[in-house]
């Protein structure tokens, strides 16, 4: 399986900040790689996906960039509703792994 | 468009289970539907995913032998079952479609739709 690593697992920040989560592959992966929001108790949310391509309704401030092994998604101008966990995952093979997560928590 | 899941149950150790997976306002026969566990406190697992038109099925290798995923076109439906739980298999476990998408550059997947969950509680 393709495994990806996100980093870092925990994240604090305040409200207006811009944070970058990092995301990599153990194989070239090209951009096959979606992120994911999911806040307690609900099922994740797309935020973007090929790396890059916002899903429609999603915010601006969030942004993706990649391709290959090391991936990136990016929140401009942190709001109070962007404090959650955020998922990578790759869908290039069969078997379409998530990353650990990254817990993005206020400061 | 929409995907919804059975309600919560309560097993013991060694009893069988099927969970189900209902699609509606879009053709759900044609788009495949994978499952996702996440157990309590942790990240996402993808443990499979089935074509429900064809019941052509891709397991992760870490669930292959553990569960079976099916489903039944004839109701739109997508199945997720134990022959044996185990007190490990207490979990929130989501179906979720995956959508293509086709640009110049090949076709794009993601999750777009999910259901809202269906937790497990294996307890003796």
């Known amino acids: 399986d393709i495994q990806l690593t996100q980093s870092p697992p925990f994240l604090s920040a305040s409200v207006g900040d811009s944070v970058t989560i990092t995301c990599r592959a153990s194989?070239?992966?090209?951009?096959?790689v979606a992120w994911y929001q999911q806040k307690p108790g609900k099922a994740p949310h797309l935020l973007i996906y090929s790396a890059f391509t916002l899903q429609s309704g999603v915010p601006s401030r969030f942004s993706g960039s990649g391709s290959g092994t090391e991936f990136t998604l990016t929140i401009n101008s942190l709001r109070s509703e962007d404090f959650a966990t955020y998922y990578c995952?790759?869908?290039?093979?069969?078997?379409?792994?998530f990353g650990q997560g990254t817990k993005l928590e206020i400061k | 468009e929409q995907l919804v899941q059975s309600g919560v149950e309560v097993k013991q150790p060694g009893e069988s289970l099927r969970i189900s997976c209902t699609g509606s306002?879009?053709?759900?026969?044609?788009?495949?539907i994978a499952w996702v566990r996440q157990k309590p406190g942790k990240g996402l697992e993808w443990m499979g995913i089935i074509y429900p038109s064809d019941s052509d099925t891709i397991y992760s290798p870490s669930f292959q032998g553990q569960v079976t995923i099916s489903a039944d076109k004839s109701v739109g439906t997508a199945y997720l079952q134990w022959s044996s739980l185990e007190a490990s298999d207490t979990a929130m476990y989501y179906c979720?479609?995956?959508?293509?998408?086709?640009?110049?550059?090949?076709?794009?997947?993601?999750?777009?739709?999910w259901g809202q969950g269906t937790l497990v509680t294996v307890s003796s």
């Open positions: 194989q070239g992966i090209s951009n096959s």
């Open positions: 979720a479609r995956r959508t293509g998408k086709r640009s110049l550059l090949g076709v794009h997947y993601f999750f777009d739709l």
């Open positions: 306002g879009y053709n759900f026969n044609h788009q495949w």
């Open positions: 995952q790759q869908l290039y093979s069969s078997v379409q792994t």
